[in-house]
C-alpha cells in the first residue's frame, strides 16, 4: 500500500492528468493534495480576499478538470496550464464585477500570518504592510497586478508567468519591474533595510 | 531551478552585481538608488509569507462526488495498482513489466508447438503398437461370442413355462369351479337347502374371485355324512384354487 503511494506521489502532473483522463481516482486525490491550496490562496488573493468566492473558484476549476480533462495539453506544463486557468476564470470575474468589491481591511481571518509569535509591534507593522501593500497593488491595472501576484504570492518563474499569461518572457520582466517600481513609490515609508 | 533576475535582486546588492546581470538590469533600474528602491519592496513583499491555505472538507466531498459521476466504469483501485506497477509510465516501453511477460508468452508460444510436434510423433507410434494387440485380443474374444452364441440356441430349443398372468389366474378363477369336477357321483342329503334333484348344475355359484361362498348365510348349508367318508368331496371342500 505504501508503495503505491509512493508511485502516486513520484508521478508527475502530467501523467497524473493523464490518469484522471482515464478515471483514476487517486490520481486525482493527488493533484488535488497539490494544488487546491495555493490556488485558493491565488483566488483569495486575487478575489478581493472573498473566502467563499475563492473556494466556489477551487470548485470550478477541479470541476473542469474532472470533466474535461482532456482540456489539459500534456505537451504543457500543468502548473502554468492550471494557473492560466485560474487567471481567465479571476478576469472574467471582473468583468462580471465591474464594480471591485472593497475589503475593508484587506485581511482575510484565515490569511494569517507565519510569524505570529513575533512581537506586537512586528506583527502591527506587517499588517499594516499588508494592506498598503493590497490598497496599492489594488490601484494597479490587471496585467501589471497579476504578473506581481503569480511571481510573490503563487512563487511562479518568469518562464512560468509567461506561460500562463501567454506573452513573453521579456514582457513579464517589463510587467514585473513595472508594478515593482510602483509599489515602492506607493510603499515608500516602509523600509526593512533601515527598519529591521 | 535557475534564479531569475527577481532573485538575484533580493540576494545581491548592487554592488556585487556582475557585469551580466547589470546589463541585464539596466533596461529596468539604472542608478543604485533605484536598486534599492526595488529591493526594499522585494524584501518586504517575500517577508509576508501566509501560511498555507486548505479548502473546506465540503469542496472535496463535493468534487469526489462528481468524479464518481463522471466516471462511473472508473477501474477499481487494485486495477489500477495493478496497471501502474505493470505499465510504469515512467519507464522507457521494452522495460515495462507487461513487455517482458509479453516478450515471455511469444517465446512460449513459438516454442511450445516443436515440443508438440515430437509428442504427436510419439503418440502415433504409441497408437500403432495398441492397434496391433487389439486385433490379436479380437481374436479369443470372437470364440467367446461363438460359445455365448451356442449356449443361448440351446435355451431357445427348451420349452419355455408361460408365464401366467394373475388377470389370466382371476379370469379362470371367475368361472364357476363345479364345472372342472365331475359332481354327479355325489350324493346330497334331503337337508340340503335346494332340492335334490335340482343337480349340481343348480348349485349357487360363488361370484368372489376366490371361490368363496357368499350365498345367503342364513340358510344353513350341511351334509348329512362327514365329508372325509366321500373322497370326491373332501376333495371339493379341500380343493385349492
Known amino acids: ?196 | 531551478m535557475k534564479k531569475d533576475i527577481i532573485d538575484i535582486i533580493e540576494e545581491k546588492e548592487f554592488m556585487e552585481l556582475t557585469s551580466e546581470e547589470r546589463t541585464e538590469l539596466n533596461e529596468f533600474c539604472t542608478n543604485e538608488q533605484e536598486y534599492n528602491q526595488l529591493k526594499n519592496v522585494l524584501l518586504n513583499v517575500s517577508s509576508l509569507k501566509a501560511e498555507p491555505v486548505s479548502p473546506r472538507k465540503e469542496t472535496k466531498e463535493s468534487l469526489d462526488r462528481l468524479f464518481d459521476a463522471s466516471f462511473p466504469r472508473a477501474a477499481p483501485l487494485w486495477q489500477s495498482s495493478v496497471l501502474a506497477a505493470v505499465i510504469p509510465r515512467n519507464k522507457p516501453l521494452y522495460m515495462q513489466p507487461l513487455m517482458h511477460i509479453a516478450a515471455v508468452a511469444l517465446l512460449l508460444i513459438l516454442v511450445v508447438p516443436m515440443f508438440q510436434k515430437e509428442i504427436n510423433t510419439s503418440n502415433t507410434t504409441i497408437a500403432k503398437i495398441e492397434n496391433n494387440n487389439t486385433e490379436q485380443s479380437i481374436v479369443p474374444l470372437k470364440q467367446e461370442q461363438k460359445d455365448v452364441e451356442t449356449i443361448r440356441e440351446k435355451e431357445t430349443a427348451i420349452p419355455r413355462t408361460t408365464v401366467r398372468t394373475d388377470a389370466s389366474v382371476i379370469e379362470e378363477r371367475k368361472e364357476p369351479a363345479s364345472t372342472d369336477m365331475d359332481l354327479s357321483g355325489l350324493s346330497f342329503s334331503a337337508d340340503l337347502p335346494f332340492a335334490a334333484g335340482a343337480g349340481v348344475d343348480e348349485l349357487s355359484v360363488s361370484d368372489h374371485s376366490d371361490g368363496i361362498y357368499t350365498g345367503n348365510l342364513e340358510t344353513e348349508v350341511s351334509f348329512s355324512q362327514p365329508a372325509s367318508v366321500s373322497a370326491d368331496l373332501l376333495d371339493l371342500l379341500t380343493t385349492t384354487f
Open chain 1, 1 to 196: 500500500m505504501q508503495l503505491i503511494k509512493r508511485q502516486y506521489k513520484s508521478m508527475t502532473d502530467e501523467s497524473l492528468m493523464i490518469s484522471i483522463a482515464k478515471g483514476d481516482k487517486r490520481a486525482f486525490d493527488e493533484i488535488y493534495k497539490r494544488y487546491s491550496g495555493p490556488l485558493l490562496g491565488y483566488f483569495i488573493r486575487m478575489l478581493w480576499r472573498d473566502r467563499e468566492k475563492s473556494e466556489d473558484f477551487v470548485h470550478d476549476l477541479f470541476a473542469k478538470i474532472i470533466r474535461k480533462p482532456e482540456l489539459f495539453d500534456p505537451e504543457r506544463k500543468f502548473k502554468t496550464w492550471i494557473y492560466s486557468v485560474a487567471n481567465n476564470m479571476c478576469k472574467n470575474e471582473y468583468k462580471k464585477q465591474e464594480v471591485r468589491k472593497n475589503t475593508s481591511n484587506g485581511l482575510d481571518s484565515h490569511y494569517t500570518l507565519s510569524d505570529q509569535n513575533s512581537n506586537v509591534i512586528r506583527e502591527v507593522q506587517d499588517m499594516q504592510f499588508r494592506e498598503d501593500l493590497e490598497l496599492t497593488l489594488d490601484a494597479l491595472d490587471i496585467k501589471h497586478k497579476e504578473a506581481f501576484r503569480l511571481r510573490h504570492m503563487d512563487g511562479l518563474s518568469i518562464k512560468e508567468i509567461a506561460d500562463v499569461l501567454e506573452i513573453s518572457d521579456g514582457t513579464v520582466k517589463s510587467r514585473l519591474f513595472y508594478a515593482t517600481k510602483y509599489l515602492a513609490k506607493g510603499l515608500d515609508q516602509y523600509n526593512p533595510i533601515e527598519n529591521r
